[in-house]
């Protein structure tokens, strides 16, 4: 508008949308200074500043003494307008670098899931904390130290167990996806929908949701230095964490996934990469006949061609790459198939979690029974009150409840 030549006017836009573009990227990423956007805003408004002079001074207002101060006296609130500009940018920009409905936010590169979680449990705080990576989401709900609900966005396990090694049974993937994009449309959380296609019926519901949800977590842990974390405050617990309570503890929970961490950690010394194609032994079916196989073990077999990596595997088995890895490390002790760490790491891989995963959840269940009958005792017999004011007579039940808990899975 005032220099009247388009092409230039075209080109100081274009400038000014990658330097714009540039500081906000900055500012999101808390790398810039106060003074970056009021550098910006002065580049602009300066340019044009001289433009506007020039053009001025060109005119027969500039002889007269009442226009050069009407002039100056715009110039001097042009300048403090451009301070207001940019203190409203910066604002702005700093509002914009998080989610408002969170009560707090982090990377879990700087911070590790273990101790926040650890934090909103001693805490007794109700909330939801959310962890995300680039491709998945897990929503965990929180209630005086205990987790009364995993909702992940994306199961990582198709297949759910049997009660024997020859039994099985898959979730379509159909149902899977159905499941997922209800989802993320209305928010039913996965697992609802599962229940409600009947792929639970003949089975303990809640201990598959425990499943499922902990591995999801533990792929999270496993991941963490490319996680981050969110943390939302609530008022009470949604219906659906209501109606599932799954009763988990968090500090079993963390002492199973850091066993989990521990073993894969070990396994992956064993298998470096999970994008490396798995290669069998040339006598791989005579080291494997004399073994005792399960279903899904024999369906992993039948996949390793030197072509599929773990991380395929996973993919076409239904099975968690933790689990592909357990199966792979007993293939590789038994000289079926290659091990690229050596033999020697075989020798540092000890996994056997299984039991101390039902011993903790087991005690967990009994320790809640022996709180709620002693609860009842002391209620009818005249217990004192508690630090709560509740009449139960525990004192400090939650510290009762995870010390006990911590004991028992320690032990297993």
């Known amino acids: 508008m005032l220099g009247d030549d388009p092409e230039r006017a075209e080109r100081d836009y274009e400038h000014l949308l990658v330097r714009a573009g540039d500081l906000v990227s900055r500012k999101l990423s808390m790398q810039g200074t106060k003074s970056e956007t009021r550098d910006l805003v002065g580049e602009i408004v300066f340019s044009r500043l001289r433009r506007s002079f020039r053009s001025f001074l060109d005119t027969p207002d500039a002889e ?65 904390l959310s962890l995300e990576k680039h491709d998945n989401r897990i929503d965990i709900y929180i209630e005086a ?42 928010g039913v959380p996965v697992f609802i929908t599962l229940g409600e296609s009947n792929i639970f019926n003949g089975l303990d519901a809640r201990a598959i949701v425990r499943q499922l949800g902990t591995e999801v977590l533990f792929d999270f842990i496993r991941t963490q230095d490319r996680s981050r974390f969110l943390y939302r405050r609530l008022d009470q617990m949604p219906d659906f964490a209501r109606e599932h309570d799954l009763r988990l503890g968090i500090t079993p929970v963390l002492l199973e996934l ?35 196989l399960g279903v899904l073990e024999i369906k992993v077999l039948t996949m390793i061609n030197g072509e599929n990596s773990p991380r395929g595997l996973t993919e076409l088995s239904g099975l968690p790459l933790y689990d592909v890895y357990r199966l792979l490390v007993r293939f590789a002790g038994e000289g079926a198939i290659v091990a690229p760490g050596g033999l020697a790491s075989l020798l540092e891989v000890d996994v056997s979690d299984e039991e101390s995963v039902e011993s903790a959840l087991e005690a967990l269940d009994a320790n809640d029974d022996h709180l709620a009958v002693s609860s009842a005792l002391d209620k009818v017999l005249g217990g004192f009150l508690d630090d709560d004011g509740d009449g139960t007579g525990l004192g400090n039940p939650l510290s009762l409840d995870i010390g006990s808990r911590h004991d028992t899975a320690s032990s297993a």
């Open 145 to 186: 130290g205990r987790i009364r609900y995993l909702d992940p966005h994306h199961v990582v396990r198709r297949v759910l167990p049997g009660s024997t090694p020859m039994q099985y049974r898959e979730i379509p993937a159909q149902v899977m996806e159905i499941a997922e994009r209800r989802h993320a449309k209305e």
């Open 258 to 292: 850091s066993k989990r961490l521990d073993d894969w950690r070990s396994m992956c010394r064993a298998f470096p990469s999970p994008d490396e194609p798995v290669e069998p032994m040339p006598d791989m079916l005579a080291r494997i006949s004399g073994l005792s």
């Open 64 to 128: 007269a003494e009442i226009k050069v101060a009407e002039w100056t006296l715009a110039t001097v609130i042009g300048a403090v307008t451009m301070l207001n500009v940019a203190a409203a940018i910066d604002e702005t920009v700093l509002a914009g670098t998080g989610p408002q409905d969170y009560s707090f936010a982090g990377r879990c590169d700087f911070i590790a899931l273990e101790e926040v979680m650890q934090m909103l449990g001693a805490g007794k705080h109700c909330g939801c």
